[in-house]
């Protein structure tokens, strides 16, 4: 086991499309202030991505875990949302130790398909069709929130509730351009399906990152 120390902190560096401080627009945090640090690299390639800039890693300068974790303590919110791209693509032992020491709970967004790594306190799988969650992570997942693009999507999601643990948390989101058709939809399903709730990517209808 690699032993992580200050000295690590300065030496792994990590590849950032952006950083910003903003409320957390999604899921069962939503609303919460929260530091969001978006990495680069994605190997799934979901058609209706809302961030294809963050795909190529090469594009993203790269920058210290020390550098990230001090720059996120300069807000006073105490939460860390690591996401990006797909953050699991990069080992985040070293990110999740130093934001630790820094007093942040760690948060992350993944698809799951990558192994897991870090150290969190809340993880959100959204499983992808394109490429398809690690069964490892199903069972560690604290809330599941899963795009709806199409009627066939709601199978895909109970497909994954199934593999949850019974405290996980289960959400349905619209499809960001799919909004307006979708979301009456997802309101029948969560009437009918009680356990299952709706999630708005509610930093979008305020314009905030
Ligand atoms: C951009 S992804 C990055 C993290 C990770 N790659 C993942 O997909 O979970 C962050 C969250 O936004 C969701 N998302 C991405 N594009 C979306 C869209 N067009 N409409 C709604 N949600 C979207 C993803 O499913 C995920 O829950
Ligand atoms: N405000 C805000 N909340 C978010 N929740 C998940 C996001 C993401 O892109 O991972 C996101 C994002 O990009 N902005
Ligand atoms: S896994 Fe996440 S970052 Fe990658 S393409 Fe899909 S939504 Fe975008
Ligand atoms: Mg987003």
Same mark, same amino acid.
């Given at each position: 086991?690699?032993?992580?120390?200050?000295?690590? /902190?300065?030496?792994?560096?990590?590849?950032?499309?952006? *950083? !910003? @401080?903003?409320?957390?627009?999604?899921?069962?945090?939503?609303?919460?202030?929260? @530091? !969001? &640090?978006? $990495?680069?690299?994605?190997?799934?390639?979901?058609?209706?991505?809302?961030?294809?800039?963050?795909?190529? #890693? +090469?594009?993203?300068?790269?920058? +210290?875990?020390?550098? $990230?974790?001090?720059?996120?303590?300069? @807000?006073?919110? *105490?939460?860390?949302?690591?996401?990006?791209?797909?953050?699991?693509?990069?080992?985040?032992?070293?990110?999740?130790? =130093?934001?630790?020491?820094?007093?942040?709970?760690?948060?992350?967004?993944? +698809?799951?398909?990558?192994?897991?790594?870090?150290? /969190?306190?809340? &993880?959100?799988?959204?499983?992808?069709? /394109?490429?398809?969650?690690?069964?490892?992570?199903?069972?560690? #997942?604290?809330?599941?929130?899963?795009? &709806? /693009?199409?009627?066939?999507?709601?199978?895909?999601?109970?497909? @994954? =509730? #199934?593999?949850?643990?019974?405290?996980?948390?289960?959400?349905?989101?619209?499809?960001?351009? *799919?909004?307006?058709?979708?979301?009456?939809?997802?309101?029948?399903?969560?009437?009918? %399906?009680?356990?299952?709730?709706? +999630?708005?990517?509610?930093?979008?209808?305020? %314009?905030?990152?």
């Amino acid at each position: 086991m690699s032993v992580i120390t200050t000295d690590t /902190f300065t030496t792994v560096q990590l590849p950032v499309m952006e *950083r !910003f @401080y903003t409320i957390q627009g999604e899921g069962n945090y939503q609303g919460r202030a929260a @530091y !969001f &640090i978006r $990495l680069g690299g994605c190997d799934v390639g979901c058609h209706w991505c809302d961030v294809k800039d963050s795909w190529d #890693a +090469s594009r993203h300068p790269l920058i +210290s875990v020390a550098d $990230l974790a001090t720059e996120a303590a300069r @807000y006073p919110g *105490r939460i860390a949302v690591i996401t990006g791209g797909e953050p699991l693509m990069h080992n985040l032992d070293a990110l999740t130790a =130093a934001l630790h020491e820094e007093g942040f709970r760690t948060h992350i967004e993944t +698809s799951g398909s990558s192994p897991l790594s870090g150290n /969190f306190d809340w &993880i959100t799988l959204s499983p992808k069709k /394109f490429k398809a969650p690690l069964p490892e992570i199903c069972g560690l #997942a604290n809330e599941l929130k899963v795009v &709806i /693009f199409n009627k066939s999507d709601f199978a895909w999601a109970e497909k @994954y =509730a #199934a593999l949850a643990n019974p405290d996980c948390k289960l959400y349905i989101q619209p499809e960001w351009d *799919r909004a307006q058709q979708i979301t009456p939809l997802i309101i029948d399903y969560v009437k009918d %399906n009680p356990q299952w709730q709706l +999630s708005l990517q509610v930093h979008k209808y305020i %314009n905030v990152p």
